[in-house]
């Protein structure tokens, strides 16, 4: 069955890095497109990134845009979400999903993991 | 960026009833437009894609309609698991943007 795990969140003081990883399990990682989404505590979802299933595209949110980097490593599954700069309104759970289409970004989740919160505080 | 607007903001009905929600975009999304559930603790899932389609899985009593700037999602009759947030979401432009959502919660 798809597993999506995500890994690397914590309390890390603003205008620091953090490194989330999300490792994918039970579908042909290689062949599917990968967002990241966020949720600040109590409020809705906010979309993050996105990068083809062969890394030749991405997209940003502005709100993260130069600040976050999404990439990926087919041979090992793993998708990841480096942030920079953090600041404290970047205080979220933060989830990988699958886009719902292989080959392309469709632009759909149609699964998830089960989110990583990061905390963003002096 | 589009705007999803979601209302009303919460729902208050009874197991049996029937649940509509209406979610509203600031310029058209032809039928690009997804619902998913989210329960408290949990990763949301998908419901419905490109307006009237449901996702693998999904209970027949779910259902969506509408295109261009307004869409419904339907729940013929509440089961005591329905009891949610549900959200809709467009892949039309970028970014991706979602709904602030409607909580549907028992009377």
């Known amino acids: 069955q798809v597993q999506l795990v995500e890994s690397g969140g914590g309390v890390v003081q603003p205008g620091r890095s953090l490194r989330l990883s999300c490792a994918a399990s039970?579908?042909?990682?290689?062949?599917?497109?990968m967002h990241w989404v966020r949720q600040a505590p109590g409020k809705g979802l906010e979309w993050m990134a996105v990068?083809?299933?062969?890394?030749?595209?991405?997209y940003y949110a502005d709100s993260v845009k130069g600040r976050f980097t999404i990439s990926r490593d087919n041979s090992k599954n793993t998708l990841y979400l480096q942030m920079n700069s953090l600041r404290v309104e970047d205080t979220a759970v933060y989830y990988c999903?699958?886009?719902?289409?292989?080959?392309?970004?469709?632009?759909?989740?149609?699964?998830w993991g089960q989110g990583t919160l990061v905390t963003v505080s002096s | 960026e589009i705007v999803l607007t979601q209302s009303p903001a919460t729902l208050s009905l009874s197991p049996g009833e029937r649940a509509t929600l209406s979610c509203r975009a600031s310029?058209?999304?032809?039928?690009?437009l997804a619902w998913y559930q989210q329960k408290p603790g949990q990763a949301p899932r998908l419901l419905i894609y490109?307006?009237?389609y449901m996702a693998t899985g999904i209970p027949a009593r779910f259902s969506g309609s509408g295109s261009g700037t307004d869409f419904t999602l339907t729940i013929s009759s509440l089961e005591p698991e329905d009891f949610a947030v549900y959200y809709c979401?467009?892949?039309?432009?970028?970014?991706?943007?979602f709904g602030q959502g409607t909580k549907v919660e028992i009377k």
């Open positions: 999903a699958r886009d719902q289409r292989n080959y392309g970004d469709y632009g759909y989740f149609d699964y």
């Open positions: 039970g579908f042909s990682y290689s062949s599917y497109g």
């Open positions: 990068m083809w299933y062969d890394g030749s595209n991405k």
């Open positions: 310029q058209s999304v032809s039928s690009y």
């Open positions: 490109d307006a009237s």
């Open positions: 979401q467009q892949r039309s432009n970028w970014p991706r943007t």
